[in-house]
């Protein structure tokens, strides 16, 4: 099976950049050691500007001013998403790491699918609490808020 792949950059706001560092990372079928795709490598400083990005990002336009509806709304357009391409996805993960396309679609696609809507249910609804302290003169409130900008490798 041919691939096209769409060439990748990393995205450092506020534009695509090219990184620093102009290495490739490779994933290969398994079974015929083809290259599936190639996207470009990050050095420490690329990782650092994209989390600084994210994290004002975070901080100034989408994330602490969200609210838990457009978050929902956010994470269930990408589960939709999936779902549409969930047989290309599914192939794609067949390729990447050898195991039948229907146990993708079914394991591995539905159930990051049935995530993603998990979490997006939650965001509505996670509220804080007001407790009793000391005496009936105080109240102590919890809030929750979102975590801000965690990085995954």
Known sequence: MKLDCVPSVNALAPSYKSPRYRGNIETTNPSTEQVICSVQAASAKDVDLAVKAAREAFNTTWGRHAS???????????????????????????????????????????????????YAGWADKIHGQTIEVNDDTKMAYTRHEPVGVCGQM
Do not use: F, W
């Open 68 to 118: 838990g509806t457009k978050r929902a709304a956010l994470i269930h357009k990408l589960a939709d998403l999936m779902e549409r391409d969930a047989q290309s996805l599914a192939e794609l993960e067949s390729l990447d790491n050898g195991k039948p396309v229907g146990v993708a679609l079914e394991g591995d696609i539905a159930e990051s699918v049935g995530c993603l809507r998990y």
